[in-house]
């Protein structure tokens, strides 16, 4: 009996295995084994990588794509840290609607949010014109095509995700912490810098990580709002790959590797942090 349900577990699992193989390892094993080819895509050599790494054109976009991850990280985490426990203190009612509403939100992202802000908040955009209409010209403080404009953009697709991560963690602190905490005379500060922060804090370093990481991959949002203009590792990788002008695939795929690295030794590093904080709070 065992063996027919895990023979029907195997079976049932091959079409995702099958999915995984050919849509993702299939592809990352080409996009590695091409990052060591030359320009001609036969000759192997480290060319590509010492392109990408000593170029200032390919270095100030790696810069920049960890800067903008980072800045709109922090945003991002701390306005969800305060919206989760906001939504904590509603009806349950109320926190099932927000829950659902911010799962919606995360997933709207690529080139339909960065039309949405255009619409809205563009030169001709909805607000921009309503705002000028009342004697508020955004356009001389606020520009969507620069680099605050990329920073809110990310910020927006960044707070909902945050908070569908969040959320959750709010649910260790009982409140019999608190009470116990009042009852000793703690007051509401001290109750959270001594138990409910260390508690929640793990959470808030892990989310902080994906958040990083899927700001420093987004591309389809940035290309949208600002083209080829602005210096990011994910637009010149694409520029690379397909390109009106001319293209390098290999050196795309160089540039790939190392954004892949970039990303997965940040979420490496707050790992770390995790496992430091998690031992320190027993």
């Known amino acids: 009996m065992n063996h027919k349900v895990t023979l029907l577990a195997v079976i049932a699992l091959l079409p995702f295995a099958l999915l995984i193989v050919g849509f993702e390892l299939l592809p990352l094993i080409a996009m590695i084994r091409d990052s060591f080819l030359a320009d001609d895509g036969i ?99 606020f520009n969507l095509y620069s680099w605050s404009g990329l920073v809110t ?67 389809a949002t940035a290309y949208a709002l600002v083209g080829g203009s602005y210096n990011l590792l994910p637009i010149r990788i694409g520029a690379l790959v397909a390109g009106d002008v001319a293209t390098r695939p290999q050196l795309g795929s160089a540039l790939a590797v190392i954004l892949g690295l970039m990303m997965v030794m940040a979420m490496w590093c707050n790992e770390r942090m995790m496992r430091r904080i998690r031992r320190d709070l027993r």
């Open 43 to 141: 000759t192997y050599t480290f060319k590509q990588y010492i392109t990408a790494l000593t170029n200032p054109y390919y270095t100030k976009g790696m810069l920049n794509s960890l800067l903008i991850s980072v800045i709109a990280s922090c945003i991002g985490i701390a306005i969800a840290i305060a919206a989760s426990y906001s939504m904590t203190r509603m009806p349950a009612k109320m926190q099932s609607m927000l829950v659902t509403f911010s799962n919606l939100t995360s997933n709207f992202s690529g080139v339909p949010l960065a039309f949405a802000f255009i619409i809205l908040l563009g030169n001709s955009g909805v607000f921009t014109l309503l705002f000028k209409e009342w004697g508020w010209n955004i356009t001389g403080s």
């Open 153 to 219: 953009v990310y910020v927006y697709f960044q707070v909902p995700l945050a908070i569908l991560m969040l959320y959750p963690a709010y649910s260790g602190i009982q409140r019999q912490w608190r009470e116990s905490a009042a009852l000793l005379g703690a007051s509401p500060f001290q109750f959270w810098l001594r138990i409910g922060f260390p508690v929640i804090l793990p959470s808030i370093v892990g989310t902080f990580s994906i958040l990083l990481a899927n700001a420093m991959g987004a591309y």
